[in-house]
């Protein structure tokens, strides 16, 4: 059983950044793949980014590159994401996943096993 808590929400101005964190605990950490998502009100869920369990691959959405960053620190049982030039469109609860099945981080929200209870994350223009 992986239990993952999401941290570092908030609200911030347009331009400014955030730095989102997610803690896993009970499982190997370094043994799965883990992404981060997000959700607007009245709109699905979405994939943001997704690295694979030894960080060597990482893949993001595609409007997002260049401004997100996915990273991990498998010492810490941490993966994070560095959102960087923050826009109101960025305003959604941002979630970690994990994906236990696969070594290579998986874009669709229906392969993640294992989700956080999400953080908000609001942009003011």
């Known amino acids: 059983q992986v239990q993952l808590v999401e941290s570092g929400g908030g609200l911030v101005q347009a331009g400014g950044s955030l730095r989102l964190s997610c803690a896993a605990s009970?499982?190997?950490?370094?043994?799965?793949?883990m992404g981060w998502f997000r959700q607007a009100p009245g709109k699905q869920r979405e994939f943001v980014a997704a690295?694979?369990?030894?960080?060597?691959?990482?893949y993001y959405q595609d409007s997002l590159k260049g401004r997100f960053t996915i990273s991990r620190d498998n010492a810490k049982n941490t993966v994070y994401l560095q959102m960087n030039s923050l826009k109101p469109e960025d305003t959604a609860v941002y979630y970690c996943?994990?994906?236990?099945?696969?070594?290579?981080?998986?874009?669709?929200?229906?392969?993640?096993?294992?989700w956080g209870q999400g953080t908000q994350v609001t942009v003011s223009s």
């Open positions: 690295i694979s369990w030894t960080g060597s691959t990482t």
């Open positions: 996943a994990a994906d236990f099945l696969r070594n290579i981080p998986s874009t669709s929200v229906r392969d993640y096993d294992q």
């Open positions: 009970g499982r190997a950490f370094s043994t799965y793949a």
